[in-house]
C-alpha cells in the first residue's frame, strides 16, 4: 500500500519505519495508526527484515503523541473513541510487542503524550541528544494509559515512575538514560548513524537467537501490560467527547484547544 503519513524503507536488513507529518510534529491522527500496524505487518511478514526501526521525521520532534485537531474531529462519539484505542492504538502496541525482531526506536526530538508512550513498546531505545520525553497526561486532565502507567514502574522503577506521570514531567534525553528509559545517548547530528550501527550489531547476531529471545522476554512485558484494556475503557468513559475533560477544578483544558505554533505540547517541569 501507499503511506501518506509515514515512509517505509527497507534496507539491508533494516525495515525503517519514519512517522512523517513534520507539519504537526509527527502527531498521531487514525491514518498514521492503520499504516503504523500495516508497516509494522509488513516488516514481521518479510524473511529478510531483522530489525525494525521507529523515528520521526525533522529535528523537532519524534512524536507529539495524538493528532488534537483529528481528536475534535473524529473522536466525538464513546463508540468512536472506543474504536480508536481498541482496534488502532493497541493494535499497534501489540504488533511491536509481537514481532519476531527487535523493535528500536530512534527518538530525534520530543517524544510527547502518546509519543512517549510508543518508545515503552521498543525493544531498544537510542536517542539524540536533543530528544525529550513528557508523559503530559496529568496536564491535559486525562491519563497516560497506553502502556505507560503499565511499563514504566518496569523500566525506571515504581518511584521515578510515579513522580513522571503525577507531574508530567519533561525529561531530558540526558535523564532519561541516567532513568533507564533509553539505552543510548548520542549527539544528534550523530543518530542516525548511531542508529544504523545498533542495527548492524543486531544483525550481526543468530537471526533465530534474537526471535528466541525476544519470546523470552515478551511474557514480562505482557504481564505487565494485562490491565492496558481495562485503562482504555477507563479513559474512553472518563472524557467527554464534546472536548472537555472533567477534574480541571473549573479550568479548560488544555486538550481542547490547538498549541499555539512554534510551541511544544504543554507539559510540567521535570525533575530536579
Known amino acids: 500500500m501507499g503511506y501518506t503519513d509515514l515512509g517505509y524503507d527497507v534496507t539491508a536488513g533494516v525495515a525503517t519505519i519514519t ?9 498521531l491522527r487514525t491514518q498514521t495508526y492503520a499504516e503504523l500496524a500495516v508497516a509494522l505487518e509488513r516488516a514481521s511478514a518479510d524473511d529478510q527484515v531483522g530489525v525494525v526501526v521507529i523515528t520521526g ?32 492504538m493497541l493494535r ?71 513522580e513522571i506521570l503525577y507531574l508530567s514531567a519533561t525529561l ?31 544483525l550481526s547476531l543468530s537471526p533465530e537467537g534474537l526471535r528466541q529471545t525476544k519470546a523470552a522476554l515478551r511474557p514480562v512485558r505482557e504481564l505487565m501490560l494485562l490491565s492496558m484494556s481495562s485503562a482504555a475503557e477507563q479513559n474512553v468513559s472518563a472524557v467527554d467527547w464534546r472536548g472537555t475533560r472533567p477534574g480541571l477544578r473549573g479550568r479548560e483544558p488544555e486538550r481542547g484547544r490547538e498549541p499555539e505554533r512554534g510551541r511544544e505540547p504543554e507539559c510540567g517541569r521535570g525533575p530536579q
Open 92 to 162: 499497534v502496541s501489540t504488533l511491536m510487542t509481537a514481532i519476531g525482531a527487535p523493535v528500536v526506536c530512534a527518538v530525534n526530538g520530543a517524544a510527547v503524550g502518546g509519543g512517549a508512550e510508543l518508545v515503552c513498546f521498543a525493544d531498544l531505545v537510542i536517542a539524540a541528544d536533543s530528544a525529550t520525553f513528557c508523559y503530559n497526561g496529568t496536564k491535559v486532565g486525562g491519563c497516560s494509559w497506553w502502556g505507560a502507567p503499565q511499563l514504566l514502574p518496569l523500566i525506571v522503577g515504581l518511584r521515578r515512575a510515579e
Open 19 to 27: 512517522i512523517s507529518r513534520p507539519e504537526r510534529r509527527n502527531a
Open 172 to 202: 531530558s534525553a540526558k535523564q532519561a538514560l541516567e532513568y533507564g528509559l533509553v539505552n543510548r545517548v548520542v549527539p544528534a547530528a550523530q543518530l542516525r548513524e548511531a542508529t544504523a550501527e545498533l542495527a548492524d550489531q543486531l
Open 57 to 88: 521525521a525533522g529535528e523537532r520532534a519524534f512524536c507529539a503523541g495524538g493528532d488534537l485537531e483529528m481528536a475534535r474531529e473524529t473522536l466525538t462519539t464513546i463508540p468512536a473513541a472506543r474504536t480508536h484505542s481498541f482496534q488502532r
